[in-house]
């Protein structure tokens, strides 16, 4: 199970044999504060363990420590939680400042360290709901991950199509409201807040409360995340602005026009667009810094690595590739849902097939070019022989062969690759994705 350079899998540990309320009550500050940092790890290993067991998910993912930026409480990618050695060990956030180094002691790490994982854990859970490990009976719920996904689109904002991420790592003014409220970060943040309050109900019951219950719990009221969301519906006057930040996402990835608030729209469209030119320069700096170490070791093959970024319009084929690739990857997993037959995910595929065509021709106008002939087969591509018995049947509209199913460009979970844009989020994805320190 555990394969293909992937963290899921089997992850016994000295706590298996506890139930859940002896598991659960080593996260008491008299308890955890004296574990060794071994015994500190396997409780948060078999935390999770639990938690996808629950969750449904094939296999756990694998939980380890690692020197993160004090910011950064934790991250995962392709079935590996990496938490903050300090955070989780010690309660030490360490800051440089003009040359200083700074010190706070946190009261509530014993806690922090419990929600940290369980918000991993449920990047995890959404990484296997994409790349179609698990289907879960929430299709609406499931069409919203994967337009959350490490893809790209063709976004038009002022009369012109820029690259933007789906993805979004609020790099903008008023950006943080988007990453918390995009849907990946969104039910990270709120399933593990109420689990993590779950859990310190049933401690608080038995035993009573504790300083870093009360301290965590004020943490949660000042900026949890109903707290979060007053701010953002004040902010841009939007009493729907959680359900719209989905929904914008939905739009640029199914190439749908469902109705939005504008001035969210286009603040939505300016982070997308800003996230994935933040996210090229960081992989520009990650390419420069191979590079160096290739020239410094004499080895020549600079020529095999890309570094810089450099904005370009988009190109017509650009936003055929990303259109393309939103399609096959939906009509993947529609095949793969048990809830959908053949010929509902032919169907629903047909649907946004058009859609790519009607966006293909936008696309043309703005551009001032002359309209050209696409051809619906040209929404596919071919996949390998064993792909290819799914079905024998074309579909006549929409341009969608039954037979095929492309693999999603670029979006294998929460980042397959394991790369962190410097997350916090899920190795790979940007902004803070532990809980704010």
Known sequence: MNSNNSGFGYHPTQYARLNNGQLYAMFRESIYSRLEDSEKLDLLQETVNRDALEKGMVGAPQVQFADLPATESGNAANGYITVNRDMATRGIQTLEYNGQTFYHQMDDYNVQALNTVLHEDEHCFQEQIINGTIIIPDTDLAKEYMANDFTYSAVLKDGTYQLGSQYVLGVTPSGYYFYYFEPTERDAYLNSENKTAAILGQITSKFGTENSFSTYEKSVQMNGYQAREREAIELFQNPNFVKDVSQILQNEYFKTNVPVDARTEVAMKSEMIESYRTMQLQNADYNKMKADKIESANVDTKEEIKVGFDPKPVT????????????????????????????????????????????????????????????????????????SSVGTSNLQEGGITDDSAAAHAGGTGMSNEGESVDDGIDGGEGADDGLDL
Do not use: C, K, W
């Not at 929404?379 to 792909?387: A, D, H, I, L, P």
């Open 316 to 387: 017509l084929d650009e936003y055929n590739q990303s259109l393309r690739d939103s399609v096959n990857a939906y009509y993947q997993h529609a095949l793969n849902d048990p809830t959908m037959s053949q010929e509902d995910a032919i169907t629903s595929t047909a649907q946004m097939s058009e859609n790519y065509l009607n966006s293909v021709e936008a696309f043309q106008a703005s551009q001032g070019t002359a309209a050209t002939s696409v051809e619906s087969n040209e929404v596919t591509e071919t996949v390998s022989e064993s792909e």
